[in-house]
Every structure is written in structure tokens, then in C-alpha cells.
């Protein structure tokens, strides 16, 4: 039996930098992070000659081409598992549609544990790689590639994804007082709303590939402010941080009508009002997770409690894909 993990992320700064038609042209700077929230994939030699595939769904199939989750399908025929009978079981610590990357961390966390099932050992750039590849090229999703690479290395990370295509990544230099200070004071409230990314998603890759200048400058001006919050974050300017939060959520929601809502808006206006610095939605948008960083971590959960929403409190994860057993 294989058990692997794989954490959901937490993008910081840079999101949709990382979509090809924009990095190819202009370059990419994502800052991300991990947390203790994770998916897990299960993978058990099976006797009978037939997959077992359990998830939210549950199949029996005699062919890999009969496999109707389209992430395990592609990944069982990229990794040749033609004729080797297993069974999968996925779980997962927080449901799909929240904007936490659970797509990226789904398939990072089947592929490690497809390739320990075949004696591979997989560095993370190649793990992150071969998921893109997988969710991007062979099922054409409209998504970056931010996702994978942030599940597959964990910790708070910079990517630098660069016009040739290669990918640079570094942990973010900062100190333990500021990392326990961001451990403290930013905050996950989950929203209720539960949506499929790919309709926002879509609208953004398909300005990018059209050259709307109106979107390739708000990306511009989005990879300016990850380099600001690197260096914030790398002062300890934690407050800073915060406010660049707040700036780059007002020039987020310019990229869809869908990226917010009057529900959300009024929520994240509590927010400010009741010690959050800044904050954003996570993700694509329209639903999931608010986060925010907080002057008065007790005043903004208080707030936030009042109004409904559910916090999950969380610290960072800092080894990403990883095996949990192997026997």
C-alpha cells in the first residue's frame, strides 16, 4: 500500500502571471505557499483484474480508457500502468471549488504516488511538470501553472516561470519572527460558495491570448506588486504586506464581473472595519476562501463570526508532495 499527501496552496502574489500566453511574453513572478490542509491519494495492488477508482464517485473499469475522472485517466496512461490492476482512494482536508488548488494537489499527489508505485524517484520541478502537462496540455484546462508547482515544492516559495519556459524557485528569505507573525495574524474564513474556477479562468486566459492591453497591464501591475511583497515580507513589513494585499484585491476584481460578488464585497468591507490591514479572495474568484492579514487577529474572527463565515485556521506546510507510507 502507497499512501502520499499533497498540500493545498495559498497564492500570495502573481496570480495569472503564471498562464503561458502572459510568462512567454513577459515573464512570471508567483509567491505562494503551502498549508497543513492536504489531499491524500491511497494506491493498493488489486487482484482482480479490474481499476477501482474511489472518490467523491466510485468505478470499476476494465480499461484505463473507461475511467471517467479525467485526471486519473491521463495520469494512469502518461505513467504506462496498462495491465497493473490497483486501487485509488482519494481524500481530501477541505472540498473542491475553494480556491485553494485542490486540482494542482490532487494530481501532484496521484503522480508521486503512481511513480513510488513504480520504484521512480521524482524530483519536484519534474513532478510539478508532468501535472501541468497532465491538467494544462493533455485536458486543456484554462489554468497556470502556479498550482502544481506551489503543492509539489510547499513552504512559502517564490517561481519565477520565464520566457523560455523553464522555471526558477526559492524559498522566501524571511525571518521566524515574521513567519510566526504571518501564522498569527493571516486569517482563512470560508465563504460558502463552492464554484467551478474554469468560466472565470477562461475569460482571463482568453483577454491574455488576445493581447487586451487593459488585461496585460492589470498583470503587469499584479507581477509589480509580488516583487513589492517579496521585499516586504523579506524586511518584515508584515503591515505592508497587508496593504499590498488590499491593492492588489481591488485590481483583481477588475479582471471579471465574476470575481466578486455584493455578498462578498459587503463581507470583506466588515473585514477592513474590524482589524483586517488587507485581504483578498483565493484563487480564480467568485467564491472559496477570504483571507486576511490582521492588525487584531480577535476583533476580525469576532467579526467575521458575526457575520456567518467559518474560519479554518491553518499553519504552513513546508515539505509539499511527499510519501506518507510506503509498504
Not at 154 to 171: H, R, Y
Not at 233 to 239: F, P, S, T
Not at 241 to 257: A, C, P, Y
Request: charge should be neutral.
Amino acid at each position: 500500500m502507497i499512501i502520499t499527501k499533497a498540500p493545498f496552496r495559498v497564492s500570495l502574489f502573481g496570480g495569472s502571471t503564471d498562464y503561458k500566453d502572459f510568462y512567454e511574453n513577459h515573464g512570471s513572478l508567483i509567491i505562494g505557499t503551502t498549508i497543513d490542509k492536504y489531499v491524500y491519494i491511497t494506491i493498493h495492488k488489486n487482484f482482480s483484474r479490474e481499476y477501482i477508482i474511489k472518490y467523491s464517485q466510485m468505478e470499476r473499469v476494465n480499461n484505463i480508457n473507461d475511467i471517467h475522472h479525467p485526471i486519473i485517466r491521463e495520469s494512469l496512461k502518461e505513467m504506462r500502468i496498462d495491465n497493473d490492476y490497483i486501487e485509488i482512494i482519494s481524500m481530501a482536508d477541505i472540498p473542491a471549488g475553494t480556491g485553494l488548488g485542490s486540482s494542482g494537489s490532487f494530481t501532484t499527489a496521484l503522480l508521486k504516488a503512481l511513480h513510488t508505485h513504480k520504484r521512480h524517484v521524482i524530483h519536484q520541478s519534474e513532478l510539478a511538470e508532468m501535472a501541468c502537462d497532465i491538467e494544462i496540455n493533455k485536458l486543456g484546462e484554462p489554468i497556470g501553472k502556479q498550482d502544481q508547482y506551489i503543492a509539489s515544492y510547499g513552504g512559502i516559495t517564490c517561481f519565477e516561470f520565464n520566457k523560455d519556459g523553464t522555471v526558477k524557485a526559492w524559498p522566501l528569505n524571511i525571518s521566524k519572527d515574521t513567519l510566526y507573525n504571518l501564522e498569527d495574524n493571516l486569517l482563512l474564513f470560508f465563504t460558502g460558495y463552492s464554484r467551478a474556477a474554469s468560466t472565470i479562468l477562461k475569460e482571463q486566459n482568453d483577454k491574455s491570448k488576445t493581447n487586451n492591453q487593459e488585461m496585460i497591464d492589470n498583470l503587469h501591475y499584479v507581477k509589480d506588486l509580488g516583487y513589492q511583497s517579496r521585499e516586504a515580507l523579506e524586511k518584515g513589513d508584515v503591515v505592508k504586506f497587508g496593504e499590498l494585499m488590499n491593492v492588489h484585491w481591488e485590481h483583481k476584481k477588475k479582471r471579471s464581473g465574476s470575481m466578486s460578488n455584493k455578498k462578498i464585497d459587503e463581507w470583506y468591507s466588515v473585514a477592513i472595519g474590524n482589524g483586517a490591514v488587507g485581504g483578498k479572495l483565493i484563487g480564480a474568484g467568485g467564491g472559496g476562501f477570504l483571507m486576511f492579514y490582521a492588525s487584531d487577529s480577535a476583533k476580525l474572527r469576532q467579526a467575521m463570526f458575526r457575520e456567518g463565515l467559518e474560519e479554518v485556521r491553518f499553519k504552513f506546510d513546508f515539505i509539499g508532495s511527499e510519501v506518507v507510507i510506503q509498504s
